[in-house]
C-alpha cells in the first residue's frame, strides 16, 4: 500500500469515526436528542462502504476521499438531526 491511499484512508476512518462518536456523546448527554445504537453507526457504515467500493479505480471526480470523509460527517448529521425529532 502507498503512502498517499493510506493517508487517504485515515481521513475518511478519522471523519466517520470522530462522526460517530460525536453522535454518540451528544445523544447521551443533550436531553433533546435521542439516538440508538444501531443508528448512531451510521457513520461507519459510510466507511465501509468507501472500503468494499474503492477496489482500484478508475475513480471518477466525484469519488474523491474528500466526499467521502464529508459524507460521513453528512450523515452524522442527519442521525442527530433525527434523532432530536424522535424518530429514531
Sequence with gaps: MEIERAREDVVVAASAGVSTVAVAILSRFVSEIT???LPSL???AVYFAYLFTRKGGPYGP???PRNWAALAVAVGVVVLAVGTTGAI
Excluded: E, K
Design 42 to 44: 451510521a457513520p461507519l
Design 35 to 37: 439516538v440508538g445504537s
Design 62 to 64: 466525484i469519488d474523491t
